[in-house]
């Protein structure tokens, strides 16, 4: 069974940092896809972040150059590193898993029950 437990939310102040983390199953962190996605109040679920197997990432263009996804297979945790953050970050945080080493766009197989992130301006 697939395990994907988010942390790290809560509320930060616009032009600030936040630090989320998702621990996984070991085996899935280490030869899964995987990535990170958010949905604002009243919007779609958007991808923001993958990271596969072998460390390749790719960003939305929302937060290229703000956020930073990365993973420790030995604590077998996944990692956003969010900076320079603004209101329209609010959102809740998702991690997610694919059923394959390689990321296809943000197409996932597994959920994590999120963590919410509130940007104050």
């Known amino acids: 069974q697939v395990q994907l437990v988010e942390s790290g939310g809560g509320s930060v102040q616009a032009g600030g940092s936040l630090t989320l983390s998702c621990a996984a199953s070991?085996?899935?962190?280490?030869?899964?896809?995987m990535g990170w996605f958010r949905q604002a109040p009243g919007k779609e679920r958007e991808g923001i972040a993958t990271?596969?197997?072998?460390?390749?990432?790719r960003y939305a263009d929302s937060v290229k150059g703000r956020f930073t996804i990365s993973k420790d297979n030995a604590k077998s945790t996944l990692y956003l590193r969010m900076d320079r953050v603004n209101p329209e970050d609010t959102a809740m945080y998702y991690c997610?898993?694919?059923?394959?080493?390689?990321?296809?766009?943000?197409?996932?197989?597994?959920w994590g029950k999120g963590t919410l992130v509130t940007i104050s301006s």
């Open positions: 997610a898993a694919r059923r394959a080493d390689k990321c296809i766009g943000f197409t996932m197989d597994y």
């Open positions: 070991a085996y899935i962190l280490s030869y899964n896809c």
């Open positions: 990271i596969d197997r072998w460390g390749a990432t």
